[in-house]
């Protein structure tokens, strides 16, 4: 039993071992060229001399499509227009929201596009803002031997993490929210750091001070770590002076835990 050659970059082995069940292995290697066809001719001749053929026709096709995205990173007020990837298939690909809820604001279209703003409920979700999707992506695939379109389909699960915003959702007053407006009777634009404001940035990353009777290497809120804000520390135990607001009424533990993950999601590139 034999053969002639097969396609570029693939390995042809006829396995005769001598009986009904032979088989041709094809072995694609790293540099098998997508589009190619070769055909190849199967010899075979029994004990008594007689013999047979079969032509078969190879064809190389692109490797179906891969969703590569597994995250998509969004923040509360901000709009966005971002691509999901995907590798291989044959293009165009075409993208298809299969279920899950999607964050207040977002749509995801035909293209792959995630595209909105996040609303101030889209971040509070479950308090943790994380959405679940189960989204498909199909290739132009066309059969070359029925010439029939033959889309292979596959499936992959993206987490939309959509992180809070001091201005939607700490600063002013909300369901659940650690709106600090008892602490404007005493920190506002003259005695910081001002709560009046409906931006960060009177607090994010900005040195203390003594703090009165506290350290002073301490900032108010520095991006990403709530252990060393003093906001954090004052809204809950503090090590130095008066639990804040002064006097109360304090923060109920889900107000906290709201205020701690805003810090806890902040980066450097965040000014709100």
Known sequence: MR????????????????SLNAYVLL?????????????????????????????????VVNPPPQILSTRV?????VPVELALQAT?????????????????GIQVDTNGMVIG?????????????LYTNLVQVADSFTDRITGEIAPR???????????????????PVRTNGPSLVNCILCHGSGFPPD???????????V??????????????????????????QKITAPSCGFRMPFGGPYLGQTQINRFIRWVTELTNEDND
């Open 153 to 171: 389909v596959v499936f992959q699960s993206v987490t939309q993490h959509v992180r809070l915003s001091y201005q939607y959702n700490i600063q």
């Open 88 to 104: 291989n298939g044959q293009g165009p690909l075409s993208w298809t929201f299969v279920d899950g809820p999607l964050p207040d």
């Open 195 to 205: 709560f009046s404001s409906e931006l960060a940035s009177s607090l994010l990353n």
């Open 117 to 129: 703003t996040p609303t101030p409920d889209a971040s509070e979700f479950h308090e943790d803002g």
């Open 27 to 59: 072995t694609a290697g790293s540099n098998v060229i997508a589009g190619q066809r070769q055909r190849f001719t199967v010899f075979a001749t029994d004990a008594a001399g007689g013999n047979a053929s079969q032509v078969y026709d190879v064809r």
């Open 3 to 18: 053969s002639n050659s097969a396609s570029d970059g693939m390995t042809l082995t006829v396995v005769s071992n001598q």
């Open 207 to 232: 040195n203390a001070g003594s703090g009165g009777i506290c350290p002073n290497n301490d900032f108010y809120v520095l991006a990403g770590d709530p252990n060393d804000s003093l906001v954090v």
């Open 73 to 77: 990173e969004l923040k509360c007020g």
